[in-house]
């Protein structure tokens, strides 16, 4: 029997399991969310099976590589320079800090809450890839606006808007928030423009979300309509519901999402 080697790819590394030969040529690939094994060649079959044995859970297809969607195409044709899907929470953050951490003192710098604020939040979306979401950080809009983080899954797409509370007090009255003792920023109003951007780039509905990450206590004004408001905490909630769209449509969005252009035409 052939020595196989298993590799994971993919967020939290096992998204999808390569199953390849001692000298790289890959073999097959088992996809988690499927439940199905892609045989690159039907000759290695039994010692597929057999390599990813401990890995598999539950019933499980075997069969040729699935023939591939548009979106699957528009992902392979993707240059990597216009690709989003690999920014973190914060991309934006990360780069203007790094660029001036040998000029300033960091640990002064309030742009560091800030960016844990949205590493916070965006681990917490990532999270809910299980659930069949996708997730996007840090989407770009002309000029120097940009999008915190972009989710798309069963229940529909969300533009996500940090708000960074560090255990202070934030009180939520259309259109402001106050954090602290710090002075109301519209954010609500700025939410609702996210996602108003993102609807027309992706043409189809987008709902504003405020995610508040670690607050020490939450004021929520009554008559906020269309803006949802969670706290971090609460982020994996969102796994539960759906009803809106599905698994091909999330896919479909998340390929033209990811593509830098769409954004850039607006």
Same mark, same amino acid.
């Given at each position: 029997?052939? &020595?196989?080697?298993?590799?994971?790819?993919? *967020?939290?590394?096992?998204?999808?399991?390569?199953?390849?030969?001692?000298?790289? *040529?890959?073999?097959?690939?088992?996809?988690?969310?499927?439940?199905?094994?892609?045989?690159?060649?039907?000759?290695?079959?039994?010692?597929?099976?057999?390599? +990813?044995?401990?890995?598999?859970?539950?019933?499980?297809?075997?069969?040729?590589?699935?023939?591939?969607?548009?979106?699957?195409? /528009?992902?392979?044709?993707?240059?990597?320079?216009?690709?989003?899907?690999?920014?973190?929470?914060?991309?934006?953050?990360?780069?203007? +800090?790094? #660029?001036?951490?040998?000029? =300033?003192?960091? *640990?002064?710098?309030?742009?560091?809450? *800030?960016?844990?604020?949205?590493?916070?939040?965006? /681990?917490?979306?990532?999270?809910? /890839?299980?659930?069949?979401?996708?997730?996007?950080?840090?989407?770009?809009?002309?000029?120097?606006?940009?999008?915190?983080?972009?989710?798309?899954?069963?229940?529909?797409?969300?533009?996500?808007?940090?708000?960074?509370?560090?255990?202070?007090?934030?009180?939520?009255?259309?259109? #402001?928030? #106050?954090?602290? =003792?710090?002075?109301?920023?519209?954010?609500?109003?700025?939410? =609702?423009?996210?996602?108003?951007? #993102?609807?027309?780039? +992706? &043409?189809?509905?987008?709902?504003?979300?405020? &995610?508040?990450?670690?607050?020490?206590?939450?004021?929520?004004?009554?008559?906020?309509?269309?803006?949802?408001?969670?706290?971090?905490?609460?982020?994996?909630?969102?796994?539960?519901?759906?009803?809106?769209?599905?698994? &091909? /449509?999330?896919?479909?969005?998340?390929?033209?999402?990811?593509?830098?252009?769409?954004? +850039? =035409?607006?």
């Amino acid at each position: 029997m052939t &020595a196989l080697r298993v590799t994971p790819v993919g *967020r939290g590394g096992g998204h999808r399991l390569w199953v390849s030969l001692p000298d790289g *040529r890959d073999v097959a690939w088992y996809d988690r969310d499927s439940g199905r094994i892609s045989l690159l060649s039907e000759a290695y079959e039994d010692e597929v099976r057999a390599a +990813l044995a401990p890995y598999v859970t539950g019933e499980v297809t075997v069969g040729p590589p699935p023939v591939p969607t548009a979106s699957d195409l /528009d992902r392979l044709t993707l240059h990597p320079d216009d690709d989003l899907a690999p920014n973190r929470p914060g991309e934006a953050l990360h780069a203007a +800090l790094q #660029a001036t951490a040998r000029r =300033r003192f960091p *640990r002064l710098d309030p742009r560091l809450a *800030r960016l844990a604020a949205q590493a916070r939040v965006g /681990d917490a979306l990532d999270g809910l /890839d299980g659930a069949g979401w996708r997730v996007l950080h840090c989407v770009p809009l002309p000029g120097s606006a940009l999008i915190d983080h972009l989710a798309i899954g069963p229940a529909g797409v969300l533009a996500v808007r940090t708000v960074a509370a560090r255990g202070r007090r934030v009180r939520i009255a259309d259109p #402001a928030v #106050a954090t602290g =003792r710090a002075a109301p920023e519209p954010l609500l109003r700025w939410a =609702r423009r996210d996602a108003e951007r #993102a609807a027309h780039a +992706l &043409a189809t509905a987008v709902r504003p979300v405020l &995610a508040v990450a670690d607050p020490g206590r939450l004021d929520v004004l009554p008559g906020l309509g269309d803006v949802r408001v969670l706290r971090d905490g609460e982020i994996p909630s969102l796994a539960r519901l759906g009803g809106v769209l599905k698994p &091909a /449509d999330v896919e479909a969005l998340y390929a033209t999402a990811r593509d830098r252009r769409t954004w +850039l =035409r607006l």
